[in-house]
Structures are given as C-alpha cells and as structure tokens.
C-alpha cells in the first residue's frame, strides 16, 4: 500500500513544554489540541473525578475572559468550538478553527493553563452530577455496563473508578482543591502542545513561547501502576429496569508499553488486529454470528483500548432479556475458535489492509492526527506512521495466536449483564461464565 509520509516537526521550550507541529498544507483546517497527563487513574477513592471536574471547571472563563459565556464566545468567533476530554491516563482539549485563526485559538488555550478563574464552583457541581446521574438508577446504583465492566476488571485500581467520580467524591471539592490539582499537574513537563493542518511551525512555535513560555516546569506524573487483575471467570448481574439487557464480556489485555521494560508492547498491534478479526465490518466474525447469522442483537460490537501499561478487549450488545445466555454463549466460542484455531490468512490480509487504510486516512484528519500526536508525546512511545504501518505489516499468524493466548483467558474475564432476566436465565448465564475454559 502506498503511504504518504507525515512531516512532524518538534521543539521543546526552556520550562519543557514540547511543541508538535505536522503541517498539512493540502487542508482547510488547523486543530489545535493540548494534552495534559492527568486523568482518572491519577487519582484516589477520596478525589475521585477531580480530573474531570477541573476539566469542566476551566471553560468556566480566564483572566482575559471571566465568565464561561465570555470565554466560549471568544472562541466560537473564530469559528470552532472547543471541545475537552478526560481518559483514565490523560485529558485533551481540542479546538479547530480556520488556519487564519490559529494564533488566535492558541492563545485561548494558553489562557486555561495560565489564567483559569474557578468561578461558579457550585453551578459546575450541579451539571456534573447531572452526568453522573446519567449512569445510576433511581436507587443510587450503578447501571452503566462499560463502568461495571471496568470494575469488575480493575478493582479496586483507579482504572476501575468512574471518570466523572461519585456525587460523594464530587460534593467535597473546592477551589483550594482545583487550584492545587491544576498547580501540580498542568505544568510544562506534564503537558504537551500539538498544531496540525494548515499551519506554519514557526509561527507556532514562536505563539507557544509567548503564551505558555511563562509556565511553570513542574514534573511528570506517573500514575498509579496496574498489576492484577480480578480473578475470574466470574459474571456480574444488576438488576435494572429496561427493554433490553445490556452485556459486556470484557478480557484484560497488553497496552501501549510492556509494563516491566517500559517500552513498546510488541503484542500492542497484533491484539488490534486480532480484535479486527473479531469485529472491523459487517463480514467479520462477530457481526456475522450474532446478528446475521443468528438475529441475536440488531448491533454488537468488539473493541481493543490499550492504556499506558495495561489494556482491555471487550465484546458487547444489547439483546431481548431472555436471550441472555444464548449471547454469551455464543461470544465464548467465537472467543474459544480465535484463541483455539487457526486464524485464516486471509482474514489477517484484511484486517491488515483496513488497519493500513485507517492510517493512511488520518492524513486528511488533522483532528485525527493531533489526537494520535498527544497520546504519542504522552506515553512517551516515539512511533511515527511509518512506523507503525512497519509493525502492522509484520504482524503474522503466531503473532495473533500469542496475541489470543495473552488475552482470552478464564482467570482474568469478567462477564456483566445489566437488565431483567428470568431467574432461570440468570442462572444458566452464570453457569457457562463460571464454567468458561
């Protein structure tokens, strides 16, 4: 497949901010995005959502721009809107404009590391709770399947904790609290800057170095390590309320570094692209089986997310109560047949060509490539596209069957369902979860 290659440019300030800039003349657009190594599993049971709720807070208006309505207006009038995000090992903020707007929104965004004013804590709280609302019942509970999945994985690890927190957690911060987390963590050495699109890099740069060149160096953060996960196979059920179940089957797997050697998982790209194999199309083996095939569920889905040092491969849909068990069953053997038997080249050559598609496309998504530069710079893992379509193309089929045996094993998989089921549906789910091999 022939690629493009992706000019990157990098530049590093006196306080230690790095600089990334991938010009990219062919667009109309420039993102420019900031990315903070700061995130749910930074934190503790006690400041649980803090990440999150400072993420919220600092669009509440700057020095320059007092209230939220001030700061938002100052950037919708270049033409975007800013968009932020808190992941459990890093949070972004994201802003794309028109080129001739890049300064500009640079700028702004310089202003929430420099010059946030916290004001209107209270107001903030009461529309984070609304979040977090939205994955309880009536009764306090929680109900969120992908949240019951990633406790029942993680435990008690951060990684297992709700990014938004609890209304308890919440309830407690105040401004003292925001400014200390901010002060520690939005700091040069912890951050990085990425411009990609129709931009100039020296103009960039030389924008960064006015407007971040003041900040403070600080240090980088390391998160809480993850080393065990729960025991399993083991099956979660709440009781709720609804039309539908929702079920999650969720494996812990490799992430971006090998944990022990702090480098880059050699299984990292073998597990996409076994995940590919799963599920990347309506052809693939689980949309084939469970909704073609069977009318199980209307949709389903297999994804692989790979944290800093761990990751997690989950299979989910939503089905009649009632059907349950047949669902879970049927996820099982096709966990068994990718584990257990020999994976078809030619399903490798297309999860490989989609895979190198994917890539290739990001080049006309300068969104796409800020996002991939932030998490690049966070992790510390120096790929290149090049690079990783290098290691794509040298993923074999052993490859894959060491990538299943990493990660479809009975000991670590944890099995949620949220709905209504027939006690005797309950029953019989478990008894093939907890009888899984």
Not at 89 to 112: K, Q, R, S
Not at 213 to 240: C, M, N
Request: aromatic share 6%; glycine share 8%.
């Amino acid at each position: 497949m022939k690629r493009a290659g992706l000019d990157v440019r990098t530049r590093t300030l006196t306080n230690g901010l790095p600089i990334v800039v991938a010009p990219l003349p062919h667009l109309h657009t420039a993102t420019l995005m900031v990315g903070v190594r700061v995130g749910s599993r930074h934190e503790t049971t006690a400041n649980a959502g803090i990440s999150h709720f400072l993420e919220h807070m600092l669009f509440r208006g700057t020095a320059e721009h007092p209230t939220a309505h001030e700061f938002n207006l100052a950037v919708e009038e270049l033409g975007g809107t800013l968009h932020a995000a808190t992941r459990a090992d890093f949070t972004t903020y994201e802003l794309t404009v028109p080129p001739e707007h890049a300064i500009e929104g640079l700028a702004i965004l310089a202003e929430i590391f420099g010059t946030p004013s916290l004001r209107n804590l209270e107001l903030e709280k009461r529309i984070v709770r609304e979040e977090i609302l939205e994955g309880v019942d009536e009764d306090g509970r929680d109900v969120d399947p992908d949240d019951i999945a990633h406790r029942a994985v993680f435990g008690v690890h951060p990684l297992g904790a709700k990014i938004a927190g609890t209304e308890t957690s919440l309830s407690k911060f105040g401004e003292s609290d925001l400014r200390a987390w901010h002060a520690r963590h939005y700091v040069a050495r912890n951050a990085v800057v990425v411009a990609a699109g129709a931009v100039d890099p020296d103009e960039i740069v030389r924008t960064c170095e006015r407007c971040f060149g003041t900040l403070a160096s600080g240090e980088r953060q390391e998160p809480s390590p993850f080393t065990k996960p729960t025991r399993g196979p083991r099956f979660t059920y709440v009781d709720s309320t609804g039309s539908q179940t929702d079920v999650r089957v969720a494996l812990p797997s490799v992430g971006e570094k090998d944990p022990l050697r702090r480098v880059s998982e050699p299984l990292r790209y073998a597990t996409d692209l076994l995940t590919r194999v799963l599920d990347d199309g309506m052809s693939t083996r689980l949309f084939r089986t469970v909704v073609e095939d069977t009318g199980l569920a209307y949709e389903t889905f297999g994804s692989f997310d790979p944290y800093e040092d761990t990751g997690l491969v989950v299979v989910g849909a939503a089905i009649e109560h009632n059907k349950t068990a047949s669902l879970v069953t049927t996820v099982l053997d096709l966990l068994v047949g990718l584990r257990d038997r020999a994976i078809e080249p030619r399903e490798l050559a297309k999860a490989k060509k989609r895979a190198l598609f994917d890539l290739t496309a990001v080049l006309d998504d300068a969104e796409g490539i800020a996002e991939w530069l932030v998490m690049d710079r966070v992790f510390e893992l120096g790929e290149s596209l090049e690079r990783i379509a290098e290691r794509i193309e040298a993923v074999t089929l052993d490859d894959l069957a060491a990538a299943a045996q990493r990660t479809i094993r009975p000991d670590h998989m944890q099995v949620v369902a949220v709905g209504v089921l027939p006690e005797s549906v309950e029953r019989e789910t478990k008894r093939i979860v907890q009888t899984f091999r």
